[in-house]
C-alpha cells in the first residue's frame, strides 16, 4: 500500500468516479483503475460496487476511507511541518467573523506591508459555526473569533485583545449628537443585529437592567446592516473603528458602562502551529489597543 494509491482511491471515493478523480488529480483514468485493483488485490476485498455510472464504497471501502483520510492528512502535515522547519511555508490560512475582518484585517495587513516577508494571506470569513466547522476539517490554520469558555474547552486559545461594542445610529437620529448614551437612552430602540457578533455580552448587559433589547433582524451583510441604520428603520451595536474610518452618514457612540468582549485566537489540539502563525498571533496582540 502506498500514500498515492490511497490519495487515488480517496478521491474516487469524494467524487464517484475515476473518469472525475484522474481529472482533478491530472493523471491518467487507466491509473486510477490500476491503484483501485491493486489495492482490492492486496487487501482482498472489494472497495466499489457501482451505482447508476457512479462508484459506491462498500462497508471495506468506506472503512479504508475513514483510515486513509487521517493518514493522508498527517502525511501532508509532516511534508508541511519539513518544509516550515527547512525554509518558510509564507502562507496562513485565516478564518474570521466578518465584523471582526472589516475592524482586524486592515491593520494587520498594514503591518504586514512594513515588513521584508512576503506572507500570502488565504482569509475566510464567515460564522463561528462554519469558521470552526473549517478548522475541524484542516481548512484553516488558524480563527479570529470572540471568545468562549466552551470554544476555549475544544480548542487551545490565546486571548488577543478585547474589543468594545459601541451604539450605532444613523446622523438624522435623536440621539445622534450624544456623546455617550445608557440603557435608558436605548432599552427602546429597535435594533438590527450583526449574526456572527458575539451578543452574549450585550444581552448581559441589557440582563443588569432587567432588559431585553428588541433585535428585530440579523444579517450578515455588513452593507445590509448599514442600509437599514441609514434609513434609521434601527440602530446597531458594532465595533467603532469598522465604521468610523467607511460610513460617514452613520454615528458610533460609546456605551455607559462600557461593553465589552474578548477576541481570542484559536487553532486544533495537538496541531502543529506554524510559524507564520506564531508571528501572526504576536503581530495581532501587539496592535490590539489600536482595535479598541
Not at 97 to 114: E, F, N
Request: charged share 20%; hydrophobic share 40%; with cysteine.
Amino acid at each position: 500500500m502506498k500514500l498515492l494509491q490511497l490519495m487515488y482511491f480517496n478521491t474516487v471515493c469524494e467524487t464517484g468516479s475515476t473518469v472525475k478523480a484522474a481529472e482533478q488529480l491530472s493523471v491518467s483514468q487507466p491509473t486510477i483503475s490500476l491503484a483501485i485493483k491493486e489495492l482490492e488485490e492486496e487487501f482482498r476485498a472489494l472497495l466499489f460496487f457501482r451505482n447508476k455510472k457512479r462508484l459506491i464504497p462498500t462497508a471495506y471501502g468506506e472503512l479504508l476511507f475513514k483510515l486513509s483520510k487521517d493518514l493522508l492528512h498527517n502525511a501532508q502535515n509532516v511534508s508541511e511541518i519539513m518544509t516550515d522547519t527547512i525554509r518558510k511555508r509564507n502562507k496562513i490560512r485565516l478564518g474570521i467573523t466578518p465584523m471582526l475582518a472589516t475592524q482586524l484585517i486592515p491593520p494587520i495587513l498594514r503591518k504586514y506591508s512594513t515588513e521584508s516577508n512576503s506572507i500570502h494571506f488565504v482569509v475566510t470569513e464567515g460564522s463561528q459555526n462554519k469558521l470552526f466547522s473549517l478548522l475541524d476539517h484542516n481548512e484553516v490554520d488558524i480563527i479570529i473569533s470572540s471568545y468562549n469558555d466552551d470554544l476555549a474547552s475544544k480548542y487551545e486559545s490565546v486571548v488577543l485583545t478585547d474589543m468594545e461594542f459601541w451604539f450605532c445610529v444613523s446622523k438624522s437620529h435623536p440621539l445622534s449628537n450624544r456623546k455617550i448614551v445608557t440603557i435608558d437612552d436605548i432599552e427602546k430602540e429597535t435594533f438590527v443585529a450583526f449574526e456572527s457578533m458575539p451578543y452574549s455580552s450585550i444581552m448581559q448587559f441589557f440582563a443588569l437592567y432587567k432588559k431585553t433589547p428588541n433585535i428585530v433582524y440579523k444579517s450578515n451583510q455588513l452593507s445590509t446592516i448599514v442600509s437599514i441604520i441609514s434609513d434609521n428603520l434601527a440602530c446597531a451595536f458594532l465595533y467603532p473603528k469598522a465604521i468610523e474610518a467607511q460610513y460617514s452618514n452613520l454615528n458610533v457612540i460609546p456605551i455607559e458602562p462600557r461593553i465589552t468582549k474578548n477576541v481570542a485566537a484559536f487553532w486544533k489540539k495537538d496541531t502543529y502551529i506554524f510559524s507564520e502563525t506564531k508571528h501572526l498571533l504576536s503581530v495581532v496582540k501587539k496592535l490590539g489597543h489600536d482595535f479598541i
